[in-house]
C-alpha cells in the first residue's frame, strides 16, 4: 500500500519534470531564435528595468520588446522591486523562468485538496485547461500566486511564519487582500496579524524605495483606466465584466458583488466550522475573481485545485464536465470584441459567461447543501431535546 502511493507520488513528481523540462527547451529555442514570447512576462521585465533606469514605472515603459504591445504596469511598486531580477535575462528567458516555476505550482496547488492517485492525472489534464495554458502562454504569475495562498493557508498551519506568503503576495498583486480576511473568518488572528504586517511591511519598503511611483500609483495609478474600455469583452469573467455586457451600470455590478461577498463570508464560516478548509479556501478564492473589477480568463487558475476537490469526493463527472467547460471553446465560439457581447443571443450569453456561471452554480448548491445540515442539526437537537 506505502509502495503504490510512493509510486503515484513519484509519478506526479515525473510530471512536473517532464512539464518544466518541455517549456525550458521551447523558452530556448524560442531564445536562440529570436522569436517573441511572453506578452506579460516582458512588461514585468520592461517594469524592473524601470526601476533600475530610475523611469517612471506607471508611464510608458521603454524597455519593452519591439513585439511586445505597449500595455502598462500594473502592479504596485512592490512587485516592480520583484522584478528587477529579471532584467539580467532575455525577455524570452524571463518567460522561461515563469514557465518553468508552472508545473511547481500546479503540484503544490493541489497537494491539499487532490488524493495522491488522481494527482499525476489532474496534473496532466490542468495543462489543457485555458486558465493554466493562457498563463503560461502569457508568462502570467497566476499560478505561482495562488500555490503561495495554498500553501500558506492550508500547508503551514500552525507554522510561525504562517501568513508571510499571503502578505508578499497581496504586496505584489492587491487582490488577494481578500485572503487576509478569509483567515479573520476562520478565526486565525496571528495568521491574519502576520499577513498584514508583511503586506504593510512590503509596502511601506517599497515606498521608500521608489516614492514618487507609491505615490502615483496609490493615487491613481491602482485605478487601472487602461483596461475600462475592455470590462465588457468576454475575457473578463467577473461581475463587472458581466454587468457590462448585459446592463452598463456600476449599481448592477455592485449589488452583485455584495451579495457575493456576503454568501462567501457565511459560507467560509459554516465550512470552517464545519471542518471543511479546502472548499472554503475554494469559496474565498471564488468570491475574489467574481468581485475583481477585472477577471481574465488566465486568473481562473483556482478551477484546478477545485477540481482536485471534486475528484476526492468521488465526483469525477462533475468534475469533468468543469474541466471541459474552461478548456477555452465558450469564450472562442461568441462574437467577442468592438462591443459585440452587448448582441449576444440568450444562448450566446450563457456560453460567454460560463466560467462566471460555473461558479455561481456551485455556490448555489454549496450554500443549499449547508443550509440542509443547518436544518438537519437542529432539528436532530429539537429530536434530542
Known sequence: ???????????????????????????????????????????????????????SLYSPLRALPEWAPELPFTYPPFAALLFTSLTALPAQLCWGLLALAAAPSLYWALRPFADRAHLPLLLLGAFALQPVWQTIGLGQVNLVLMAAVVVDVLLLRGSRTCGIAI??????????????????????????????????????????????????????????????EMKGWVGNQSWQGFAARTLPGGW??????????????????????????????????????????????????????????????????????????????TVAVVPGGGGAERDWTFAEALIGNAYLGVLVVAGVLLAGRMLVRTAYARSSGCMAD
Open 1 to 55: 500500500m506505502d509502495r503504490s502511493r510512493g509510486l503515484r507520488a513519484d509519478t506526479a513528481l515525473i510530471v512536473v519534470g517532464v512539464a518544466a523540462a518541455v517549456l525550458a527547451v521551447v523558452a530556448l529555442i524560442r531564445w536562440i531564435s529570436d522569436t517573441p514570447l511572453g506578452v506579460d512576462s516582458s512588461v514585468y521585465r520592461a517594469g524592473g528595468f524601470a526601476v533600475v533606469q530610475g523611469e
Open 252 to 329: 448592477m455590478a455592485t449589488a452583485l458583488s455584495a451579495v457575493c461577498a456576503v454568501l462567501a463570508m457565511w459560507l467560509v464560516h459554516r465550512l470552517h466550522r464545519a471542518g471543511d478548509d479546502r472548499a472554503a479556501l475554494l469559496v474565498t478564492a471564488g468570491c475574489s475573481l467574481l468581485i475583481s473589477p477585472i477577471s481574465w480568463t488566465h486568473h481562473w487558475v483556482w478551477v484546478v485545485p477545485a477540481l482536485g476537490y471534486l475528484a476526492a469526493r468521488g465526483q469525477r463527472g462533475m468534475a469533468l464536465v468543469v474541466a471541459a467547460l474552461f478548456t477555452g471553446w
Open 167 to 228: 502578505g508578499i503576495v497581496a504586496a505584489v498583486k492587491l487582490i488577494p487582500l481578500i485572503f487576509i480576511a478569509h483567515l479573520l473568518l476562520t478565526r486565525r488572528i496571528a495568521d491574519a496579524a502576520r499577513a498584514l504586517a508583511t503586506f504593510l511591511g512590503a509596502t511601506a519598503f517599497a515606498m521608500v524605495v521608489l516614492p514618487k511611483d507609491s505615490v502615483r500609483y496609490w493615487t491613481s495609478a491602482i485605478f487601472n483606466d487602461h483596461f475600462a
